[in-house]
């Protein structure tokens, strides 16, 4: 593709694979779900493991194979982190259920995002809502960390494990979306993409996608370009203000930052938590300011004010920031 | 650095002659009346409530006559020996540039009566001036100001007639080149209570939102009243007593809203260890908050108010003096700017999310990287992406 020249497509849906032989990694995990989707009766299914490995691309093959054509009509995707409450969800899976499936397949698919954003409460009233419907729609969840979702419902659902792909695997798509778009690669630049993606696909292809709009030839500093254009604000000048001592300035900033970025106070505190070790002050203070962190992450959970507990927390980098490490320990 | 763009309209339509002092014809003829006879008297006191133009009156005062003007913030005033270098000698001296010169002291009752003196040093500086001295206050009929009313002339500015407040509006908004519905504008004229900066500031922040039924939220002045007295107690106050514990039973407002004044106004009072540990009670008193939410226990209440006012007025060891001016809570209204801002942003990342499978939240912490990926005619027509939202997607810092 020429400089200048646009995509007509985002490239993780061009190249998302569309049969089981298409996927890469995962092969246990594929091997088992294929059975299961070739019986042309699938139980309950969860799926859980990082970001980018294949659990929406797989929910979607399974559907594409058990309905074919038709399979838009016997499939609801919903996304467990968007839906204002699990209210929603149950009426919008009893407005779905309510009538038959179409074709040879005797039930739906209701594929279930990030199930794990759901609350407990959340979690309890889906496990009831599974029972309710369990003869016309099987479920498909999806989520990061089983851990979170509760025992009642792992044990209704076969639980399969993602594992993060491997370079190798990754590297198997992007060579054959270069080779389709007609892109170069050096070696170094691949390396760079997968690491700035942290070993998320969606995340390789769509900084690959992002990249190829300014030259086919993609290069390291290419990538790097992109890398930084499309990097959030640092945290880190937050508690530069504060350690400054400039508390109205920090949260100013926070806030500024948080709305802008749409990010949640839990990404701020791992930003936050990330960033102790490389301030400059004592590592006592260090010690100190970490501990604070974790009871100030703990409180997120607990409280109803997510920001009123980072300013509290911006308050102690204040103190830090005079080097008093003596108060940081009790109130 | 302050641009005319985001200036307070209070500031930037401020009245620069008598003329453009509304409202208040009696208390410049009194004024003129004053100038006239110096140095019969040296000073005059502007006093009235909020937003009734002392300040607008006294800096046109400087202009009709031609004068330099020489402020002096309350801060100033609680330090005798600062009031002796500026003052003293100041008011002793021609300016270098103009012929005339005066002397502001503005918001008067931020002055102490006991603490180092600043009163008495005021009263002498009245005695020795060559200018005149122009006093502005809310309050000036506290005893500590008895002598000062006597050495002074009393200039009273009323609370501001709604008509007259509706005219400025009309005005401004004239300026401003902005069209607001009449119902609105006499709403916030009403709602202000002769308080023309309140009319404007709520103006300003109406003018910047696409829906004027906001103007519920503004919300009505003397709810204010109530909050900052509540406020001025817990934050001067080191003792904690049944009063205050039940300080916020008095505030007509709910305990959501006493939080985010609390928490916007605790480093306008606290620095360093204490603004740490009051933090550190307001965010213990969001937890009994958030547990009350969860699990439905009131008992929690307790708690949570004691936090919220006794925890944050222990954190000091010594009752505190003077006055000070709280802020309005502005965290809300920014999120909900933000987010009328963004609103183009958020359907553009819902139809990006549907289409990739992903979700809403996740497609906006990609904003940046899916800004770049939506170049092109094609991929937007695939899409769906609408004319407005394309222009959105072209500006500059769309963030």
């Known amino acids: ?331 | 650095m302050i641009n005319q763009e985001n200036m307070p309209w209070c500031e930037k339509h401020r009245a620069s002659c008598f003329a453009d002092v509304k409202g208040q014809e009696l208390a410049i003829d009194k004024v003129k009346l004053f100038l006239r006879s110096f140095p019969k008297k040296k000073s005059v006191i502007l006093y009235g409530g909020p937003g009734t133009g002392k300040t607008s009156l006294a800096y046109a005062i400087a202009f009709e006559m031609d004068a330099e003007i020489l402020e002096l913030n309350a801060s100033d005033l609680r330090d005798k020996q600062k009031i002796a270098e500026i003052i003293g000698p100041a008011s002793q001296q021609r300016s270098l540039f103009r012929k005339n010169k005066i002397i502001l002291v503005d918001e008067v009752d931020g002055i102490s009566g006991s603490d180092r003196g600043g009163l008495g040093e005021l009263l002498v500086v009245i005695e020795k001036t060559a200018f005149p001295v122009i006093i502005t206050a809310n309050d000036i009929w506290q005893q500590k100001f008895g002598l000062l009313r006597q050495k002074a002339e009393m200039v009273q500015l009323k609370d501001v007639d709604y008509k007259v407040v509706l005219t400025l509006m009309d005005d401004i908004c004239r300026k401003e080149n902005i069209v607001v519905s009449r119902d609105i504008l006499t709403s916030i004229a009403i709602k202000a209570r002769g308080d023309i900066r309140a009319a404007l500031n709520d103006l300003q922040i109406l003018s910047k939102m696409d829906s004027p039924q906001l103007i519920r939220e503004i919300g009505e002045r003397n709810k204010e009243q109530s909050i900052f007295a509540a406020l001025q107690y817990v934050f001067k106050n080191s003792k904690i007593d049944d009063k205050m514990t039940k300080i916020y039973d008095e505030v007509n407002m709910p305990i959501d809203e006493i939080f985010l004044w609390v928490e916007e106004n605790i480093p306008t009072e606290y620095k360093g260890e204490e603004l740490f540990k009051a933090f550190e009670a307001l965010s213990k008193a969001d937890v009994f908050r958030g547990r009350i939410m969860r699990q439905r226990h009131w008992r929690f209440l307790v708690y949570e108010n004691f936090f919220l006012s006794g925890g944050i007025a222990g954190v000091k060891k010594y009752n505190r003096a003077g006055w000070t001016s709280y802020k309005k809570p502005t965290r809300i209204l920014k999120i909900w700017l933000q987010n009328q801002r963004a609103k183009k942003k958020k359907t553009i990342c819902e139809k990006f999310a549907k289409h990739t499978h992903i979700s809403t939240k996740q497609a906006m912490k990609d904003w940046l990287m899916i800004r770049i990926l939506l170049k092109g005619d094609d991929i937007r027509k695939r899409l769906k992406i609408s004319d407005e939202e394309i222009e959105y997607l072209e500006k500059p810092l769309a963030v």
Not at chain 1, 13 to 40: C, H, I
Not at chain 1, 47 to 65: D, E, M, N, R, Y
Not at chain 1, 121 to 135: F, K
Not at chain 1, 282 to 289: F, I, M
């Open chain 1, 1 to 331: 593709m020429a400089d200048g020249e646009f995509n007509s497509e985002v490239w993780t849906e061009r190249y998302r694979p569309k049969k089981f032989e298409d996927m890469v990694g995962q092969e246990e995990v594929l091997k088992r779900v294929k059975a299961l989707t070739n019986s042309n009766n699938i139980p309950h299914l969860l799926f859980a493991g990082p970001a980018g490995t294949g659990k929406s691309t797989l929910a979607l093959i399974v559907v594409h194979q058990l309905f074919g054509e038709s399979w838009r009509e016997n499939y609801l995707e919903l996304n467990a982190s968007d839906e204002r409450g699990i209210d929603v969800v149950r009426q919008k899976v009893k407005d779905f259920a309510r009538t038959k499936a179409i074709g040879n397949v005797p039930f739906k698919v209701i594929f279930l995002d990030e199930a794990d954003a759901l609350t407990r409460e959340a979690q309890q009233a889906l496990r009831r809502t599974m029972e309710n419907y369990t003869s016309t729609c099987r479920f498909i969840l999806s989520c990061n960390y089983s851990s979170k979702i509760l025992d009642p419902i792992q044990s209704r659902c076969v639980v399969f494990r993602f594992q993060l792909l491997e370079k190798k695997d990754i590297k198997r798509r992007i060579d054959l979306i270069a080779r389709n778009e007609g892109l170069t690669i050096t070696p170094e630049a691949f390396d760079v993409l997968h690491e700035s993606s942290e070993g998320d696909c969606r995340r390789v292809i769509n900084l690959l996608q992002a990249t190829s709009s300014i030259s086919p030839n993609i290069t390291p500093d290419l990538i790097n370009t992109i890398v930084a254009r499309a990097k959030p604000s640092d945290i880190k000048i937050v508690l530069d203000y504060a350690l400054a001592g400039d508390f109205n300035g920090a949260r100013g900033k926070l806030l500024d930052i948080m709305l802008k970025e749409s990010i949640s106070g839990q990404d701020v505190i791992k930003a936050i938590q990330k960033e102790i070790w490389t301030l400059p002050i004592d590592n006592s203070l260090k010690v100190r300011l970490t501990e604070k962190t974790g009871e100030i992450e703990f409180r997120l959970v607990e409280g109803s004010d997510e920001f009123i507990q980072l300013e509290s927390l911006l308050a102690s980098f204040v103190l830090a920031g005079e080097g008093k490490s003596t108060t940081l320990g009790g109130v």
